[in-house]
């Protein structure tokens, strides 16, 4: 399977990448010699094997539902790009 | 006497004698700093909080540019975190803090450590100590040639496919990967949740193991982190390998294997079979899948990691010149393009590609699939072996620009390394010869789950019976 310059626009879209024209051709280029590359993995028979998602497998962890010191309203503001009444402005989202 | 040549244990037995104080120490590799930082380019950034000496261990310390340190400014060689001020300490910062660890300051990476050569960084390549026309490896190549070229003692750096492992190769240093969940990875810039972890970069075999006694250890805020017993890692630091069995995987003698670097590997098992240790022939028939495997895997868990840097809250905003869409996803779309480098968009848009509606199950769920057989191939070749041996990278360090066009090609020189990572095991590399270049070769060590002690034993008995740690590069 061959990736195509329309196939790498819809990717970077889902990525929210604006990717300008110019860059388009060598990103189809790399990004399908590397889809390529990976395509051996479709020789191998894997019925009857397990996904593994993580390799030392630890059950659900759970913690007392207690309140703990944590950073302070001021502290977690000091990085936001905007900050307005003790909140995080962001980008108008609906409008 | 110069101070900043020497190992952390070194450098505690002057403190301890009365030989040298720690300030000495510090201002010592400010000074070797000052001389070769502008041929080496290890550091991103110096430290802003003010240096104590007051604690147990005072080692200057260089912490990859990927671990969140309270006050510091701190980005993943990315431009979109440039000016972002962590407000809090990871979990191994607090523990390097609380051992009294004196932080120098923050090391190259490769951008969001997608890379093998330092060269993806928003700051510009770091060279190799060793030669200057070569790539110290990477990502945490920043951090090795700090050590190797003595601006620091010792330092951090994370590893998902052989990011502290193929740069300590590269520059003739020692380079650790611990078993998934033995160090915390709370205040780690995430890449591939289930692949990092963060470990030791050092001078010795001794140094890697009294800085995994500070690290290691378990941490509630990591939800991945196994609360198991921490060994006295020194402990492990035995001149001993008689008995103890080697597996050499056959597959480790691929194509692509550099003539140099088998002969170093040959050189070594030769070694440890003289020393008493019994090396047997193993298989790992589906290795050669491991680079493909990862690829996948990594990338799509990078590219949902990644999706938080959109403008919204922290780091890089950026306004559009022009509308496209609507405002909200014009700003998105404008602040990750200027915010990422070209191979941060590479690795996003190929994990969004294994993720995406209709590829799912031919790629991500198939990269899984065989994560478990390279995981079953090296629980059976452990039901027999001790360790497995093989090289840390089928190459010594390249030239830099040499594999910047081909992303694939620099992909593969992980081969040795991403195993490992898969696996969730630990991994070590350690100086084992040079090329008639005069470049370092590394060799690698791979261990039973929670089992670093084996790793640390079988490098020491190495080290103690060889020279090449001992070299330095003439800067």
Redesign the interface.
């Known amino acids: 399977m061959s990736i195509s310059k329309k196939d790498v626009k819809y990717v970077a879209a889902l990525a929210r990448i604006d990717l300008p024209e110019e860059d388009l051709e060598g990103f189809t280029q790399t990004l399908g010699k590397i889809v390529h590359y990976v395509e051996q993995l479709q020789k191998l028979n894997l019925d009857n094997v397990k996904p593994t998602s993580h390799a030392v497998p630890v059950g659900n962890v759970f913690r007392s539902d207690a309140v703990k010191p944590s950073l302070t309203n001021s502290q977690s503001l000091a990085i936001a790009v905007e900050a307005k009444d003790g909140c995080f402005k962001v980008p108008l989202v609906i409008e | 006497m110069s101070l900043y040549p020497l190992t952390a244990h070194a450098l505690l037995d002057a403190f301890k004698s009365g030989k040298a104080s720690a300030k000495e120490a510090y201002e010592d590799v400010l000074g070797r700093i000052k001389a070769v930082e502008p041929k080496v380019k290890a550091y991103v950034r110096q430290a802003k909080t003010s240096p104590d000496f007051s604690g147990g261990l005072p080692i200057p310390i260089a912490l990859k540019d990927n671990l969140c340190t309270k006050q510091e400014e701190i980005t993943c060689a990315s431009r979109i975190l440039k000016g972002?001020?962590s407000?809090?300490d990871g979990g191994v910062i607090e523990r390097v803090k609380k051992s009294g660890g004196v932080i120098v300051g923050f090391a190259n990476q490769d951008e969001f450590a997608f890379g093998s050569s330092c060269e993806t960084s928003c700051y510009g390549p770091t060279f190799n100590p060793w030669d200057l026309q070569c790539v110290p490896g990477g990502s945490s190549g920043g951090s090795a040639a700090a050590v190797a070229a003595d601006e620091a003692v010792w330092a951090l750096g994370s590893d998902t496919g052989g990011s502290i492992r193929q740069p300590a190769s590269f520059c003739g240093i020692v380079g650790m990967k611990p078993?998934?969940?033995r160090v915390s990875r709370y205040g780690l810039i995430a890449f591939a949740s289930?692949l990092d972890q963060i470990g030791p970069l050092t001078k010795d075999v001794r140094d890697c193991a009294l800085l995994m006694n500070i690290i290691a250890g378990y941490d509630?805020r990591d939800?991945?982190s196994?609360n198991e017993p921490v060994p006295d890692y020194t402990k492990a630091l035995v001149n001993d390998v008689r008995g103890l069995k080697i597996g050499i995987p056959k597959e480790a003698f691929a194509e692509g294997l550099d003539p140099e670097v088998r002969a170093s590997l040959e050189a070594a098992l030769a070694l440890l079979k003289k020393l008493g240790a019994a090396v047997k022939e193993v298989t790992l028939p589906?290795t050669p899948?491991a680079?493909?495997?990862y690829?996948?895997v990594a990338t799509a868990e990078a590219?949902s990691n990644l999706?938080r840097f959109?403008?919204?809250?922290?780091?890089l905003?950026a306004q559009p010149v022009k509308a496209?869409k609507?405002?909200?996803?014009d700003?998105?779309?404008?602040t990750?393009?200027r915010g990422?480098g070209?191979e941060a968009?590479?690795r996003?848009?190929?994990g969004?590609?294994a993720l995406?509606s209709g590829y799912y199950d031919?790629?991500y769920?198939?990269?899984?699939?065989?994560?478990?057989?390279i995981?079953n191939d090296l629980d059976e070749v452990f039901k027999d072996c001790d360790a497995i041996i093989t090289p840390t990278s089928p190459t010594v360090a390249f030239k830099i620009g040499e594999k910047t066009s081909?992303?694939?090609s620099m992909?593969l020189s992980d081969i040795y390394t991403i195993p490992a990572n898969?696996?969730?095991?630990p991994a070590i590399s350690i100086p084992g010869g040079f090329s008639k270049s005069g470049l370092p070769i590394g060799l690698q060590l791979m261990g039973k789950?929670f089992d670093e002690e084996m790793l640390l034993r079988i490098s020491y008995t190495y080290e103690q019976n060889t020279e090449w740690h001992t070299r330095k590069p003439k800067l």
Request: aromatic share 16%; glycine share 8%.
């Open positions: 972002f001020i407000p809090y078993t998934y969940g289930s509630e939800s991945t196994v589906h899948y680079v493909a495997t690829y996948i590219s999706a959109d403008g919204v809250r922290y780091g905003r496209r609507n405002a909200l996803v700003m998105y779309e404008e990750r393009s990422f070209p968009k590479r996003i848009m190929l969004t590609y995406s031919a790629y769920l198939r990269g899984q699939k065989v994560r478990t057989l995981k081909d992303p694939l992909y898969l696996a969730g095991i789950a």
